[in-house]
C-alpha cells in the first residue's frame, strides 16, 4: 500500500510493456500494457520552460518535474507515466482516451507523459516528464 505524505501527496502510476502473445494459429497480438501504481510523488509544473539535459545529449524543455521518495526503482526513460491527485481504483482504465479525458477535466490527472529523464539521487529520485 503505498501512503501519501505531507512531502508526497500526489501519486504516481507508469505503463509497463507485457510482451505479445501467440494465438494457437500462430497470430501475435499486441497488448496494451499494464498501469501500475508506482509511488507517491509531488509534481512541479515547468512554468519558466527550464531545459535539462537528457543521457543522450538532447536539450529539452520539459513539462513537470516529479519528485518521488528515495529508494524507488529507477523508471526508464521513455515509461508512459501519469500523476494522479488521488488513487485510481481501477489503473487499467488509464488505456481508455475517454476516462483519461474525464479524469484530465475533473482534475484527477495532473499530469501526464513520457519519462525524459530519471535521477536516484542521495535525498530524494526525481523524473522529468
Not at 501504481?37 to 513539462?63: A, H, P, W
Not at 488505456?95 to 501526464?112: L, S
Not at 539521487?121 to 522529468?128: A, E, M, Q, S
Request: charge should be negative; hydrophobic fraction near 35%.
Amino acid at each position: 500500500m503505498v501512503t501519501p505524505t505531507s512531502q508526497y501527496y500526489q501519486f504516481l502510476y507508469a505503463l509497463t510493456d507485457t510482451a505479445a502473445t501467440q494465438d494457437a494459429n500462430g497470430d501475435w497480438s499486441d497488448t496494451d500494457g499494464t498501469w501500475a501504481l508506482v509511488t507517491v510523488c509531488r509534481e512541479e509544473t515547468n512554468g519558466k520552460g527550464s531545459v535539462i539535459q537528457t543521457v543522450d545529449g538532447q536539450s529539452l524543455v520539459f513539462g513537470s518535474l516529479i519528485q518521488i521518495p528515495k529508494g524507488t526503482a529507477k523508471i526508464n526513460e521513455g515509461t508512459r507515466v501519469v500523476v494522479t491527485k488521488t488513487t485510481l481504483q481501477t489503473p487499467a482504465n488509464l488505456n481508455d482516451a475517454d476516462f483519461v479525458r474525464n479524469q484530465k477535466i475533473t482534475g484527477v490527472i495532473i499530469a501526464e507523459g513520457s519519462v525524459l529523464k530519471c535521477d536516484c539521487g542521495k535525498l530524494h529520485n526525481r523524473v522529468w516528464i
